[in-house]
Each structure stands twice: as C-alpha cells, then as structure tokens.
C-alpha cells in the first residue's frame, strides 16, 4: 500500500549542483504534478502530467525539467541548484478519470537546502 | 487569475471548542472541486473533506463541517470538539473542471490547539 513514494527526504546541494527527485506511485494515476512549498506562500504547481509522454508547465517551472517515461515515475529534475530553489517539495497524483473531483494523494515530501 | 485567499495566517482554539477557518477563492467558472488539505507537523499532506461547486448541500466529515457559499466564492471549513492533534496547516484548494487537474492553494492557516 505504497501509495506516492518520494527519495530522498532531505537533500544539501551546492550552489550549480544538479539532482532529481524521485517519485513513483503505484496507484495506476494517470495525473501526477510536482510542488513547491514555500514558508508563507502556499503550494504552488511546477510541472505536471496527464499520461506518459505528456508534460506541461505550472506557475513556478524556471530551472526544473520533468519527463514522463512511465505511468508510475515522475522525476523533477534540477540542473543548476540556485539557494532560490530551497523549499519543500512534494510529488502528488491522481486519477483522471473524474479528474476534477479526484483528491491529489501526495507523497511525503523531500526538504531541499541549496547553500 | 484564479487565487485562493486565506485570510488567516494563524488560529488558535481551545480544546473541545469550535474553530472556523475561512476561504475565499477567485474563479469565473462554475464548475470546480473545493478540497480541505491538513499538513501535521510530520509534512504529510491529508485530504481533510471535499466539495463539490453544483452541491448545495455542504460536505461533513465526522468533525470536519464546511459552509459553501456559491455566490460569496467561500468555502468555510468548522471543526468542531478540536483536539490535540487537529493542530496543523490547513490549506483550502480548488480545481477547475477541464485544468488538467491542477489544483489551486491558498497560503494556508496555522491552526494551534490549547490543552
């Protein structure tokens, strides 16, 4: 019963390092869509996807890069950390089929620090 | 641009007591989903309770109670016997029919509990 599965839980980069957060759910969604969680601002969306192959940019995309390969992946990827991408971040999902109305199940989050 | 306003940063109930934490939202549509996330200290987002836009019957979940008002754009949720562990961020949330199902947050309410 794995649900939404984000690695790792905590990161330090370096300035201009890369990385990618990892998320994979197993809930045969069709949705999946990344956050940002920022102290006094709320979640705001990054990238999301409707199906493999399909992505598209939310409010905050600059300097994340996403690729569907899969219905169950969903990696976010940094390609020079900046300290401005500090934050939480959180991978959801969901299902479609009644898309409006379908809740996001959220993974549990990976707390990222650039210094 | 559709927002969601919060216009509480921070709350704070006695235990048993009823605590309301209000929302506003900014959309043309008329057709959407109302979602109340709970965020514990743990970060792991919970879907508190549900709405839906043509439903003028407002949603209860045990405790969890809210009162939709089409018109006002307000979605309103109640807590009623706070507890202990009803202490968290709450976030209100609205997804349009047709956006691909991204959801929009508000900032969210920090919500205090006291014994």
């Known amino acids: 019963n794995a649900g939404v599965t984000q690695t790792p839980k905590f990161q330090v980069l370096k300035t201009g390092q890369s990385m990618t957060l990892q998320c994979a759910q197993d809930m045969n969604h069709e949705y999946m869509s990344w956050y940002r969680q920022d102290p006094g601002m709320g979640l705001r969306l990054i990238h999301y996807?409707?199906?493999?192959?399909?992505?598209d940019q939310g409010e905050v995309p600059n300097g994340y890069n996403v690729s569907r390969s899969t219905t169950e992946d969903f990696p976010l990827r940094l390609l020079s950390a900046a300290p401005s991408q500090t934050s939480v971040y959180f991978c959801?999902?969901?299902?479609?089929?009644?898309?409006?109305?379908?809740?996001?199940?959220f993974g549990n989050g990976t707390r990222l620090t650039v210094t | 641009a559709q927002t969601v306003t919060q216009s509480q940063p921070e709350m704070s109930v006695q235990e048993a007591e009823t605590v309301t934490l209000s929302c506003t939202y900014d959309?043309?549509?008329?057709?959407?989903?109302l979602f109340w996330y709970k965020q514990p200290p743990s970060r792991q987002m919970i879907l508190v309770i549900r709405q839906e836009a043509y439903k003028q019957q407002n949603a209860t979940e045990n405790r969890f109670s809210v009162n939709f008002q089409k018109a006002a754009k307000s979605f309103s949720l109640k807590i009623s016997d706070s507890q202990l562990g009803d202490a968290a961020m709450y976030f209100c949330a609205y997804r349009v029919r047709g956006s691909q199902g991204n959801l929009i947050f508000g900032k969210g309410t920090k919500l205090s509990v006291k014994p």
């Open positions: 959309t043309s549509e008329s057709d959407y989903y």
């Open positions: 996807s409707v199906g493999a192959g399909i992505t």
């Open positions: 959801a999902s969901s299902s479609t089929e009644s898309s409006y109305n379908s809740p996001l199940h």
